[in-house]
């Protein structure tokens, strides 16, 4: 596990001694340490009286990187288009306050949050955060960041909660906390412990964004969050119908995704994931069952073939979709018109004459 540790401690001109309009500076030291963990940024302080401070440590745990930012006063970081078009990063950054106040914007949402909530920026647009620490005092936060494939395969959709923020209430919290807690004080040397940190760490990422996308309202969870989430679901199970297994269970454990998720991205839909993998496997079995080219399979086959394990229980399913029987559906045999030969003529005989 490799750490680094940065301070900036500079004293600000007093309000007096501002020129006219000057309300900000850049900080080209704060920009570059910055830059190195969060993607290509400029960084600055508000100006006030008094001192502005901060200081981070970073420990770098492989593909998850966290952060322990603390400092006095009021800092901004903000990545430009331009930012964006040279440095084509792709992580997405988790702000967690723990006193003090956080300020984020992105895709035309701006979110404040503070101790108990957690707040969603993509390094793949444009976005700006600021640090205060209210009432001009110090601040800390936690800063997360992990690579956005990694979550996009766990959770399609994640990035439309870009620039959001989420209630995760004091438990979440706190386990978050612990994490980066334990996170610090985990000797650098060890490395196995490192990366099981950082694998509870990502865990419970994945599961604050499953809660996310479940509970924020209206333009978060969203048509298209939950659509990219249950197409994923879907192109799983018609991979994988033939497998006598498929259940919900099986699902959750492979996409790496709790079972409250998956449902949750049926919901609206009329279905639930059980009857929709029930559904998929009685129309494959249908189209096997008409086609007059799979004729000589018997309906048990067919039914065993798309992972059913009871026929009864396939066979009822079945009459209660379709209306019909799966005999009853299948092709009639081509009817064939049978003629009783006559008797043969003995040879040499001659046929009756009529009278």
């Known amino acids: 596990m490799q750490i680094e540790r ?22 080209l030291p704060l920009s570059e340490a910055i830059s190195r963990t969060f993607g290509s940024c400029d960084c ?3 100006l006030e009286e008094g001192e502005v401070a901060s200081s981070f440590t970073k420990f770098d745990l492989g593909a998850v990187k966290l952060v322990r930012y603390r400092g006095r006063g009021t800092h901004w970081a903000a990545r430009s288009a331009e930012h964006v078009r040279r440095n084509s990063s792709d992580d997405f950054l988790f702000y967690l306050p723990h006193n003090g106040k956080v300020t984020i914007d992105q895709r035309g949402h701006s979110s404040e949050l503070c101790a108990g909530q957690i707040g969603f920026l993509s390094t793949r647009q444009a976005w700006r955060g600021k640090l205060e620490g209210i009432g001009h005092g110090s601040y800390e936060s ?7 494939a990694i979550l996009r395969s766990r959770l399609p959709g ?3 909660l870009a620039g959001q923020a989420v209630e995760i209430g004091d438990s979440l919290q706190g386990i978050v906390s612990g994490c980066a807690h334990a996170v610090a004080s985990c000797p650098a040397t060890d490395d196995d412990l490192g990366k099981v940190l950082a694998n509870i760490m990502l865990e419970t990422l994945c599961s604050i964004g499953e809660y996310a996308a479940a509970t924020l309202p209206g333009g978060v969870r969203s048509r298209p969050l939950l659509r990219r989430g249950r197409e994923q679901v879907q192109a799983y199970v018609l991979a994988h119908l033939t497998d006598p297994q498929l259940s919900v269970a099986m699902v959750a454990e492979r996409l790496r995704v709790s079972q409250r998720y998956l449902h949750s991205l049926f919901e609206g839909t009329g279905w639930t994931v059980k009857a929709w993998i029930k559904h998929r496997r009685l129309l494959e079995c249908r189209k096997a069952i008409q086609s007059p080219q799979l004729k000589h399979r018997t309906l048990t086959d067919i039914a065993y073939t798309w992972g059913f394990s009871d ?16 005999s009853q559906d299948r092709p009639a045999a081509p009817s064939s018109v049978s003629t009783a030969a006559a008797p043969a003529r003995p040879r040499g005989a001659c046929p009756a004459r009529k009278s």
Request: net charge positive.
């Open 6 to 27: 940065w301070t900036l401690r500079e004293t600000q001109l007093s309000s007096g001694q501002l020129s006219s309009g000057q309300s900000s500076g850049r900080s």
């Open 44 to 46: 600055g302080y508000e």
């Open 142 to 148: 936690t800063h997360i960041v992990v690579p956005g």
């Open 158 to 160: 994640i990035d439309e």
């Open 311 to 326: 026929f009864s229980h396939f066979s009822r399913g079945y009459k209660d979709k379709f209306g019909r029987s799966p």
